[in-house]
């Protein structure tokens, strides 16, 4: 079992980074009261299962103090953890609260923000003691503390983006997922060769028509070079997912046949993409 904790003052980015790890593939909770720490240990330690869950000021008050003990008997299991304590300064805390108009859980009639900021410090203090990893997130944007909690916790410097790519004939309408769209209605169309009509681009006979016309190959390497250049950028903003729409006339020869080897040529440098034909008739 691994066990990750992401704790840290309310405002520094608590949530952000719980949501990095639900991405990776960990079963995150969000909020665990800290005596249901054990709970969560003495029940699933026999499996392989990779936990992330977020301690805060919003635990009750009491059970945060007795959070050495819980850790201690965390350790005894052997359990793999890792502790991340997020924090910021204290003006920069306030500044976030006034700007969002969020509550402060330790704010109340008589304990403004200030001393609410104080008082949590105290609390977390037996928490950020043992963090296996203190971050700043004062000078931080939400995407590079995304990409700084991925790398802490799984080794990586990116998150990772799915790409799909899809045909489409434009005569049917633009697909509403679309992120970037290539029009490749300029290229030879097969459905003017007789023998070539009822056929898709999933079929051997307009592949190799397709793959004898300099343009077709010349709009193909094209796209692959503004793919290659743009997708890392796309990435590095956090994108999980970018669906790459190509349209001919009707969806069944050209865009398909593109969309195709766009795909394959993309598996050199990348993650395997999606390939879905919306509007091809026979299925692929």
């Known amino acids: 079992m691994q066990l990750v904790i992401i704790s840290g003052r309310s405002g520094s980015g608590i949530s952000s980074a719980l949501r990095v790890l639900e991405d990776s593939g960990m079963t995150c909770i969000d909020n665990l009261p800290v005596g249901l720490l054990e709970h969560l240990v003495n029940t699933e330690f026999r499996q392989t299962q990779r936990y992330a869950v977020s301690i805060d000021a919003r ?66 203090t037996p928490i950020q003691s043992r963090a296996d990893q203190i971050i700043d997130t004062s000078s931080l944007s939400v995407h590079q503390l995304r990409n700084l909690i991925h ?40 459905f003017w060769v007789p023998n070539l009509r009822g056929c898709t681009g999933n079929d051997v006979e307009v592949q190799n028509y397709l793959a004898k016309q300099p343009l077709v190959n010349s709009m193909i390497d094209s796209i692959s070079d503004f793919l290659n250049k743009w997708v890392p950028e796309y990435e590095k903003s956090n994108r999980s997912y970018i669906t790459v729409a190509i349209g001919c006339t009707g969806g069944q020869h050209r865009s398909v046949y593109v969309c195709n080897q766009l795909a394959e040529n993309f598996k050199t440098s990348q993650e395997a993409p999606l390939v879905r034909h919306r509007d091809l008739k026979t299925p692929s």
């Open 151 to 190: 790398k802490w916790v799984t080794g990586s410097d990116s998150l990772g983006t799915s790409v799909q790519f899809q045909s489409f004939g434009f005569k049917h309408g633009l697909p509403a997922d679309a992120d970037i769209v290539f029009d490749v209605r300029c290229l030879p169309n097969p």
């Open 59 to 124: 635990s009750n008050l009491s059970a945060l103090k007795d959070f050495d003990r819980l850790f201690e008997h965390i350790e005894s299991r052997q359990v793999e953890t890792q502790i991340v304590f997020l924090d910021a300064r204290d003006e920069i805390l306030i500044k976030r609260f006034s700007e969002t108009r969020r509550k402060h859980p330790l704010t109340s009639d008589k304990i403004d923000l200030k001393e609410a900021i104080n008082a949590e410090t105290e609390l977390l």
